[in-house]
């Protein structure tokens, strides 16, 4: 594996980063915002996709490819946390 | 992903948000999942990002159904111009099962402030803004 990023890839990267802050913050907003409750368990679901996509680009900036199975288990455990949440909310709290 | 999150922030509601933020958001991270493949291009890199698409293909759409429907049997408003409820009449309140032949298919029950299709669109400004 050649150690240094060529530049285009560098500065994609760091672009991809700063888009991927913003969205974070605008995510953030919906979740303080948010008027009700499965508002925030998506707004919950879009950030650690998010944070996803930031493993994703560490992982290509540090040329660590096994970063990449941590993606793959943040997305099976959210994944499972909103499916067990819209469950127990569909039914109410009488469970 | 950008794009999926100023979704997020400036939908009206809920049900419209859940929906355009799984569109938009699977395609981003297929995107950079596709990146990541490219960039290593090794093959048990592309293997997985090939494996994690195809998880959130799978299960993004399906989460966010499944948070909808919970989301509106709990009553959670919608937005004050969507007019038709397609729903409503259809869903046994007990079982939330979906009343399906036996409930007239296609044609709207009353007071869901739909159109029967095939009638023309009366200039109703009415809305079915409450919900069950």
């Known amino acids: ?7 285009v890839v560098a500065v994609a990267a760091r672009l991809s980063l700063g888009m991927l802050g913003a969205a974070l913050l605008l995510v953030l907003i919906r979740l303080v915002r948010g008027p009700s409750l499965p508002d925030r368990v998506v707004a919950l679901d879009i950030m650690s996709m ?3 996509g930031v493993i994703a680009l560490t992982a290509i900036e540090s040329g660590q490819p096994v ?3 941590a993606i793959l ?10 499916i067990a949440f819209a469950r127990y909310f569909e039914r109410g709290p009488s469970s | 992903m950008l794009l999926s999150a100023l979704g ?3 939908m009206p509601d809920f049900y419209l948000r859940a929906q355009v933020t799984t569109k938009a958001f699977t395609l981003g991270l297929a995107g950079l999942m596709a990146a990541a493949a490219l960039h290593f291009a090794s093959a ?3 293997t997985r990002s090939l494996l994690v698409v195809g998880f959130v293909f799978l299960t993004g759409p399906v989460a966010m159904q499944i948070l909808g429907r919970a989301a509106y049997f709990r009553g959670i408003p919608r937005w004050r111009c969507s ?3 397609e729903l409503r009449g259809h869903y046994d309140p007990q079982t939330h099962a979906l009343s399906g032949c036996e409930a007239a298919a296609g044609q709207p029950a009353p007071g869901s402030g739909c159109r029967a299709p095939g009638s023309p669109a009366s200039g109703r400004d009415e ?3 409450e919900n069950a």
């Open chain 2, 44 to 46: 048990p890199v592309i």
């Open chain 2, 127 to 129: 809305e079915s803004a």
């Open chain 1, 73 to 82: 288990v943040l997305a099976l455990v959210v994944f499972l946390g909103t």
């Open chain 1, 1 to 7: 594996m050649n150690g240094e990023l060529h530049p």
């Open chain 2, 83 to 85: 007019e038709c409820d």
């Open chain 2, 8 to 10: 997020l922030v400036r």
């Open chain 1, 50 to 52: 998010l944070a996803a």
């Open chain 1, 67 to 69: 970063l990449l199975d």
